[in-house]
């Protein structure tokens, strides 16, 4: 066995730019590189996360060392076995496929109608906030169970949650946006914990209320800051970037207005091809052999799905948006136990209401050749800007 490589010749701007290249180097050196400009180890080919995934004894979810940690308290997220299952459960009966069907989605659809008709008759908008951060802020609202605020301030609260998670950099001012979004958090949830006790509803702090065994103060507080940091910027990055492959890719778009059931496999691609949360850490808990690479005891590794959803030896042109591949499974919610508990919100908002709603109701939707689409980050990443036109 060999020991983990070192890559020190990169940017972290260049990551946040365009990491795909990046990627695939680190893909094509070994199978866990240690990446200077992120401090953190990456597994980056898609078998290898795979085997990781089905071996949490060894690759734990359980890290006091985790970012996610130290910016929003002990997560379900963060831990593994029967502390990952308590708190899965908890929330789990408002993330129900009936719940979803019959409960969220009239509200969803009845967001975006609403978003929608306050554009329409302008004839070009940035989907980025006309559409994309206020229907997932929104919707998010909804489903926690907070008291109406304006959208920009959970959208706030979760891009500093986001940045302070990411936070590789170790900056302080990143840090201090997110412990502030943090205290702002705590307050809203006291604001409605009361209400939620006293009215069983469908809401997700409803059901953490609710309980059996009842959820501490501190992991309510806790779990609500990780759903709200990965419940509202993967669907709104989704929704843009299903809306940006489809509109760059003209036969696919008219593919998938002419026969509808397409629509839930163009949201799998659109996911694949750019994964709105696109890594996640895991720490080694006994030294491991990962395909020929020592992994010493106790070392932070970041499983870089965004990389591995572009695993060549997986995929054929990866790097291409094509809805028409062979059909296979992707990483974009993650493997195994802490697969993404709200992936069937995302595909029923994003694939089913949001995206088709908006070809539907914007004629002749097309982007603009004098303002192209901006795509930033690696741990997170997506369209920051998605200028468009539509006949008005």
């Known amino acids: 066995m060999s020991a983990v490589p070192v890559v020190a010749d990169i940017s972290y701007d260049a990551l946040l730019d365009d990491p795909y290249p990046i990627f695939r180097r680190v893909r094509d050196t070994a199978p866990a590189v240690f990446v200077a400009a992120a401090n953190l180890t990456l597994v980056t080919r898609f078998d290898d996360i795979m085997k990781i995934e089905r071996d949490p004894a060894t690759y ?18 963060r831990k593994d076995g029967a502390e990952h299952a308590v708190g899965r459960k908890a929330i789990e009966p408002s993330f129900r496929p009936g719940t979803i069907k019959e409960h969220w989605a009239p509200k969803f659809a009845e967001i975006c109608e609403r978003l929608l008709n306050s554009v329409i008759k302008a004839g070009e908008a940035d989907l980025f906030p006309a559409l994309a951060a206020p229907m997932a802020s929104l919707s998010l609202m909804e489903m926690i169970g907070f008291k109406e605020m304006p959208w920009e301030t959970l959208a706030l609260w979760s891009q500093s949650l986001i940045d302070g998670a990411g936070n ?74 299903l809306t940006l492959g489809l509109l760059a890719n003209p036969a696919q778009k008219h593919s998938v207005l002419a026969k509808p059931e397409l629509w839930p496999t163009a949201f799998e691609e659109a996911v694949r091809w750019i994964s709105p949360i696109g890594m996640y850490p895991r720490r080694v808990t006994r030294e491991a052999d990962l395909s020929g690479v020592t992994l010493p005891e106790g070392l932070q590794i970041g499983l870089c799905v965004g990389a591995a959803n572009r695993d060549d030896r997986r995929f054929a042109d990866p790097d291409q948006f094509d809805i028409f591949r062979p059909r296979q499974s992707h990483l974009a919610f993650g493997a ?13 908002t994003v694939g089913r209401i949001v995206v088709p709603m908006l070809f539907e109701r914007l004629a002749n939707l097309r982007l603009r050749d004098d303002a192209p689409p901006v795509l930033r980050g690696w741990v997170f990443r997506g369209p920051v800007s998605l200028p468009v036109r539509w006949d008005a």
């Open 60 to 77: 734990s979810s359980d890290n006091p060392a985790s970012l996610v940690n130290k910016v929003m308290g002990p997560t379900f997220m």
């Open 168 to 241: 590789y950099s170790r900056d302080a001012e990143i840090e201090r946006k997110a412990m502030a979004a943090g205290a702002g958090i705590d307050a809203a949830i006291e604001a409605v914990l009361d209400h939620h006790r006293e009215h069983p509803n469908p809401s997700i702090l409803s059901s953490m209320v609710r309980a059996d065994p009842p959820m501490p103060i501190e992991e309510i507080r806790a779990n609500i800051k990780v759903i709200i940091g990965g419940g509202l910027n993967e669907p709104r990055d989704a929704i843009l970037t």
């Open 336 to 348: 195994g136990a802490h697969f993404c508990a709200g992936t069937w919100v995302s595909r029923q």
